[in-house]
T-cell receptor, first 115, second 114 residues
Framework: NAGVTQTPKFQVLKTGQSMTLQCAQD?????MYWYRQDPGMGLRLIYY???????DKGEVPNGYNVSRLNKREFSLRLESAAPSQTSVYFC??????????????FGPGTRLLVL | GENVEQHPSTLSVQEGDSAVIKCTYS??????FPWYKQELGKRPQLIID?????GEKKDQRIAVTLNKTAKHFSLHITETQPEDSAVYFC?????????????FGTGTRLTIIP
């Protein structure tokens, strides 16, 4: 049982390049989330997927797109990377039983540097 | 949405003493309040959580209290140990039933002084 996994662990991009961050969970969770973590700003929600087949914007969605590929996988895409997107990105998942929020389990994170 | 404020941003405590971190939230409909611990370079991990129908919850040296009227909740760590040094985040749930999310505070860096 690997929990929540993310790839890659670290990535360097040039401004304007694109990339996709991958996330997968093996806990049969319904909901998945993408956060970014910047110094002094906590964890900010980029996009989330309450259930397979649905996605919604979070607090800071500009410059990102997501795909809920199936129940296990939720990817985050940067179409044209900007230095402001330099951050640590965390994926998380939760069971969301009966509609009520429960423990969110986080992946190990992806450290992204945009030059 | 929800707005969560967390204080203090840094906290240094002598080993063996207690530490208290406080959070306030804005959405009176929030009903789930977790606390996460994040060690350097690692992922956030849940240490304790509380729901709105409970005023206090304890787990060994860790406790959380909730005051719904005042819309604030606090993390209490007693008999602190060096391994308690980390960044702690509070969070509050918000959103429609079946579509709830979490808003996180900005974190408290706790340092335990040996």
């Amino acid at each position: 049982n690997a929990g929540v996994t993310q790839t890659p662990k670290f990535q360097v991009l040039k401004t304007g390049q694109s990339m996709t961050l991958q996330c997968a969970q093996d806990m049969n969770h319904n909901s998945m989330y993408w956060y970014r973590q910047d110094p002094g700003m906590g964890l900010r929600l980029i996009y989330y997927s309450a259930s397979e087949g649905t996605t919604d914007k979070g607090e800071v969605p500009n410059g990102y797109n997501v795909s809920r590929l199936n129940k296990r996988e939720f990817s985050l895409r940067l179409e044209s990377a900007a230095p402001s997107q330099t951050s640590v990105y965390f994926c998380a998942s939760t069971r969301l039983a009966g509609g009520a929020q429960e423990t969110q389990y986080f992946g190990p994170g992806t450290r992204l540097l945009v030059l | 949405g929800e707005n969560v404020e967390q204080h203090p941003s840094t906290l240094s405590v002598q080993e063996g003493d207690s530490a208290v971190i406080k959070c306030t939230y804005s959405d009176s409909a929030s009903n789930y309040f977790p606390w996460y611990k994040q060690e350097l370079g690692k992922r956030p991990q849940l240490i304790i959580d509380i729901r709105s129908n409970v005023g206090e919850k304890k787990d060994q040296r860790i406790a959380v209290t909730l005051n719904k009227t005042a819309k604030h909740f606090s993390l209490h760590i007693t008999e602190t140990q060096p391994e308690d040094s980390a960044v702690y985040f509070c969070a509050a749930s918000w959103g429609n039933f079946g579509n709830e999310k979490l808003t996180f505070g900005t974190g408290t860096r706790l340092t335990i002084i040996p």
